[in-house]
Protein backbone atom coordinates (compact mmCIF):
# COMPACT_ATOMS: atom_id res chain seq x y z
CA UNK A 1 0.00 0.00 0.00
CA UNK A 2 1.18 3.39 -0.91
CA UNK A 3 2.01 5.21 2.54
CA UNK A 4 -0.57 7.89 2.98
CA UNK A 5 -2.69 8.09 6.03
CA UNK A 6 -5.61 10.49 7.28
CA UNK A 7 -6.57 12.68 10.31
CA UNK A 8 -9.04 12.03 12.19
CA UNK A 9 -10.87 9.06 10.51
CA UNK A 10 -13.99 10.30 12.12
CA UNK A 11 -15.18 13.34 13.23
CA UNK A 12 -18.53 14.62 14.54
CA UNK A 13 -18.78 18.61 14.67
CA UNK A 14 -21.26 21.36 14.80
CA UNK A 15 -22.66 23.17 12.54
CA UNK A 16 -20.17 26.82 12.23
CA UNK A 17 -17.24 25.08 13.83
CA UNK A 18 -13.56 25.03 11.71
CA UNK A 19 -12.45 21.71 10.59
CA UNK A 20 -9.23 20.54 9.53
CA UNK A 21 -8.19 17.45 7.92
CA UNK A 22 -4.52 16.19 7.31
CA UNK A 23 -3.44 14.05 4.83
CA UNK A 24 0.12 12.61 5.27
CA UNK A 25 2.47 10.67 2.62
CA UNK A 26 5.87 9.08 2.84
CA UNK A 27 6.08 8.64 -0.84
CA UNK A 28 7.50 12.03 -1.45
CA UNK A 29 5.20 12.48 -4.25
CA UNK A 30 4.75 15.70 -5.92
CA UNK A 31 1.13 15.73 -6.48
CA UNK A 32 -1.98 15.73 -3.91
CA UNK A 33 -5.53 15.89 -3.97
CA UNK A 34 -8.46 16.27 -1.73
CA UNK A 35 -11.85 14.81 -3.19
CA UNK A 36 -14.82 14.30 -1.51
CA UNK A 37 -17.57 11.03 -1.95
CA UNK A 38 -21.15 11.42 -1.62
CA UNK A 39 -24.00 8.84 -2.52
CA UNK A 40 -24.66 9.11 -6.19
CA UNK A 41 -21.79 11.12 -7.22
CA UNK A 42 -18.84 9.26 -7.12
CA UNK A 43 -16.30 11.33 -6.12
CA UNK A 44 -15.82 14.83 -6.67
CA UNK A 45 -12.27 17.14 -6.83
CA UNK A 46 -11.53 19.68 -3.79
CA UNK A 47 -8.24 20.81 -3.94
CA UNK A 48 -5.26 19.24 -5.49
CA UNK A 49 -1.39 20.31 -5.34
CA UNK A 50 1.46 19.98 -7.33
CA UNK A 51 4.18 21.02 -4.66
CA UNK A 52 4.96 22.93 -1.58
CA UNK A 53 2.97 25.92 -1.33
CA UNK A 54 1.33 25.33 -5.03
CA UNK A 55 -2.30 24.94 -4.91
CA UNK A 56 -5.74 25.07 -7.40
CA UNK A 57 -8.93 24.60 -7.05
CA UNK A 58 -11.02 21.72 -8.09
CA UNK A 59 -14.96 21.01 -9.22
CA UNK A 60 -16.24 21.65 -5.43
CA UNK A 61 -13.99 23.82 -3.60
CA UNK A 62 -16.32 26.39 -2.42
CA UNK A 63 -16.55 26.28 1.23
CA UNK A 64 -12.71 25.15 1.36
CA UNK A 65 -9.17 25.91 1.81
CA UNK A 66 -6.18 23.78 1.69
CA UNK A 67 -2.37 24.41 2.75
CA UNK A 68 0.77 22.74 1.85
CA UNK A 69 4.07 23.82 3.71
CA UNK A 70 5.82 19.98 3.47
CA UNK A 71 6.17 17.50 0.54
CA UNK A 72 4.59 14.93 2.79
CA UNK A 73 1.47 17.52 4.72
CA UNK A 74 -1.42 18.41 2.33
CA UNK A 75 -3.99 19.62 4.58
CA UNK A 76 -7.75 20.74 4.23
CA UNK A 77 -9.86 23.14 5.77
CA UNK A 78 -13.52 23.59 6.95
CA UNK A 79 -13.65 27.19 7.46
CA UNK A 80 -17.47 27.15 8.59
CA UNK A 81 -18.41 23.55 8.63
CA UNK A 82 -22.15 23.24 7.43
CA UNK A 83 -24.15 20.03 7.02
CA UNK A 84 -23.52 20.23 3.07
CA UNK A 85 -20.06 18.65 4.04
CA UNK A 86 -21.06 16.04 5.86
CA UNK A 87 -19.14 13.32 3.69
CA UNK A 88 -16.32 11.06 3.19
CA UNK A 89 -13.21 13.08 2.27
CA UNK A 90 -10.14 11.05 0.91
CA UNK A 91 -6.80 12.33 0.13
CA UNK A 92 -4.44 10.77 -2.91
CA UNK A 93 -1.13 11.20 -4.35
CA UNK A 94 -0.02 10.32 -7.95
CA UNK A 95 -0.23 11.44 -11.24
CA UNK A 96 -0.50 11.09 -14.87
CA UNK A 97 0.98 7.57 -16.22
CA UNK A 98 0.98 6.64 -12.62
CA UNK A 99 -2.43 5.70 -10.73
CA UNK A 100 -3.66 7.64 -8.11
CA UNK A 101 -3.29 5.84 -4.69
CA UNK A 102 -5.77 6.90 -2.10
CA UNK A 103 -5.68 6.93 1.66
CA UNK A 104 -8.01 5.57 4.06
CA UNK A 105 -10.56 8.42 4.00
CA UNK A 106 -11.69 10.70 6.71
CA UNK A 107 -15.45 10.30 7.85
CA UNK A 108 -17.07 13.66 8.56
CA UNK A 109 -20.39 14.14 10.07
CA UNK A 110 -21.48 18.21 10.59
CA UNK A 111 -24.70 18.20 13.19
CA UNK B 1 -16.40 20.22 -18.72
CA UNK B 2 -15.40 16.72 -18.96
CA UNK B 3 -18.40 14.18 -18.25
CA UNK B 4 -18.01 10.26 -16.81
CA UNK B 5 -20.88 8.60 -17.42
CA UNK B 6 -20.84 4.89 -16.23
CA UNK B 7 -23.57 2.24 -16.98
CA UNK B 8 -25.10 0.32 -15.47
CA UNK B 9 -25.22 1.69 -12.26
CA UNK B 10 -26.45 -1.34 -10.45
CA UNK B 11 -25.69 -4.99 -11.35
CA UNK B 12 -27.10 -8.15 -9.79
CA UNK B 13 -25.43 -11.16 -11.60
CA UNK B 14 -24.54 -14.96 -10.78
CA UNK B 15 -21.77 -16.27 -10.36
CA UNK B 16 -20.33 -17.80 -13.21
CA UNK B 17 -21.53 -15.12 -15.95
CA UNK B 18 -20.04 -13.15 -18.01
CA UNK B 19 -20.70 -9.59 -17.69
CA UNK B 20 -19.54 -5.79 -18.67
CA UNK B 21 -19.29 -2.18 -17.27
CA UNK B 22 -18.93 0.48 -19.70
CA UNK B 23 -17.55 3.89 -19.30
CA UNK B 24 -18.48 6.87 -21.53
CA UNK B 25 -16.65 10.24 -21.36
CA UNK B 26 -17.27 13.70 -23.04
CA UNK B 27 -13.90 15.10 -24.16
CA UNK B 28 -10.49 14.00 -25.20
CA UNK B 29 -8.27 12.27 -23.08
CA UNK B 30 -5.60 9.14 -23.18
CA UNK B 31 -5.62 8.02 -19.36
CA UNK B 32 -8.14 6.56 -18.10
CA UNK B 33 -8.56 4.46 -14.87
CA UNK B 34 -10.61 1.92 -13.29
CA UNK B 35 -10.80 1.12 -9.46
CA UNK B 36 -12.79 -0.99 -6.94
CA UNK B 37 -14.28 0.10 -3.88
CA UNK B 38 -15.47 -2.56 -0.84
CA UNK B 39 -18.21 -1.18 1.38
CA UNK B 40 -16.52 1.24 3.87
CA UNK B 41 -13.05 1.54 2.36
CA UNK B 42 -10.84 3.31 0.37
CA UNK B 43 -10.15 2.78 -3.59
CA UNK B 44 -7.98 0.16 -4.93
CA UNK B 45 -6.41 1.01 -8.45
CA UNK B 46 -7.17 -2.02 -11.08
CA UNK B 47 -6.06 -0.84 -14.53
CA UNK B 48 -4.52 2.46 -15.87
CA UNK B 49 -5.42 2.44 -19.71
CA UNK B 50 -2.62 4.98 -21.49
CA UNK B 51 -3.34 4.83 -25.33
CA UNK B 52 -5.97 3.98 -27.51
CA UNK B 53 -6.76 0.27 -27.67
CA UNK B 54 -5.14 -0.41 -25.04
CA UNK B 55 -6.97 -3.76 -23.01
CA UNK B 56 -5.79 -5.03 -19.94
CA UNK B 57 -6.23 -8.15 -17.81
CA UNK B 58 -6.12 -9.11 -14.08
CA UNK B 59 -7.65 -12.57 -13.45
CA UNK B 60 -11.44 -12.40 -14.21
CA UNK B 61 -11.09 -8.61 -15.17
CA UNK B 62 -10.52 -7.14 -18.38
CA UNK B 63 -10.24 -3.49 -19.19
CA UNK B 64 -10.26 -1.77 -22.60
CA UNK B 65 -10.14 1.82 -23.92
CA UNK B 66 -10.84 3.44 -27.15
CA UNK B 67 -10.11 6.58 -27.37
CA UNK B 68 -11.91 7.50 -30.73
CA UNK B 69 -15.44 6.33 -28.83
CA UNK B 70 -14.66 7.47 -25.79
CA UNK B 71 -15.50 4.96 -24.35
CA UNK B 72 -14.20 1.93 -21.85
CA UNK B 73 -14.99 -1.58 -21.15
CA UNK B 74 -14.68 -3.11 -17.49
CA UNK B 75 -15.15 -7.30 -18.64
CA UNK B 76 -15.82 -9.57 -15.75
CA UNK B 77 -15.80 -13.32 -17.34
CA UNK B 78 -17.15 -16.49 -14.99
CA UNK B 79 -17.75 -13.64 -12.19
CA UNK B 80 -17.06 -14.71 -8.24
CA UNK B 81 -18.93 -13.42 -4.89
CA UNK B 82 -15.42 -12.39 -4.47
CA UNK B 83 -15.83 -9.55 -7.03
CA UNK B 84 -18.95 -7.76 -5.48
CA UNK B 85 -17.80 -4.49 -4.74
CA UNK B 86 -18.14 -0.69 -6.39
CA UNK B 87 -16.14 -0.30 -9.67
CA UNK B 88 -15.50 3.25 -10.92
CA UNK B 89 -13.61 4.55 -14.12
CA UNK B 90 -11.93 8.10 -13.65
CA UNK B 91 -10.48 10.11 -16.52
CA UNK B 92 -8.02 12.85 -16.62
CA UNK B 93 -8.92 16.58 -16.20
CA UNK B 94 -8.07 18.04 -19.38
CA UNK B 95 -5.85 20.53 -19.34
CA UNK B 96 -2.86 19.38 -17.59
CA UNK B 97 -1.06 16.49 -16.78
CA UNK B 98 -1.82 16.56 -12.88
CA UNK B 99 -5.43 18.15 -12.37
CA UNK B 100 -7.16 15.72 -10.81
CA UNK B 101 -9.44 12.55 -11.79
CA UNK B 102 -13.32 13.14 -13.19
CA UNK B 103 -15.08 9.95 -12.00
CA UNK B 104 -18.05 8.24 -12.68
CA UNK B 105 -20.72 7.38 -10.12
CA UNK B 106 -20.01 3.86 -9.74
CA UNK B 107 -21.56 0.72 -10.68
CA UNK B 108 -22.39 -1.44 -8.11
CA UNK B 109 -21.90 -4.85 -8.16
CA UNK B 110 -23.44 -7.53 -6.13
CA UNK B 111 -23.08 -11.26 -7.15
CA UNK B 112 -24.88 -14.08 -6.54
CA UNK B 113 -24.42 -17.28 -6.05
Known amino acids: DAGITQSPRHKVTETGTPVTLRCHQT?????MYWYRQDPGHGLRLIHYSYGVKDTDKGEVSDGYSVSRSKTEDFLLTLESATSSQTSVYFCAIGAGEDTQYFGPGTRLTVL | ELKVEQNPLFLSMQEGKNYTIYCNYS?????LYWYRQDPGKSLESLFVLLSNGAVKQEGRLMASLDTKARLSTLHITAAVHDLSATYFC?????????????FGKGTHLIIQP
Open chain 2, 27 to 31: TTSDR
Open chain 2, 90 to 102: AVDIPGGGADGLT
Open chain 1, 27 to 31: ENHRY
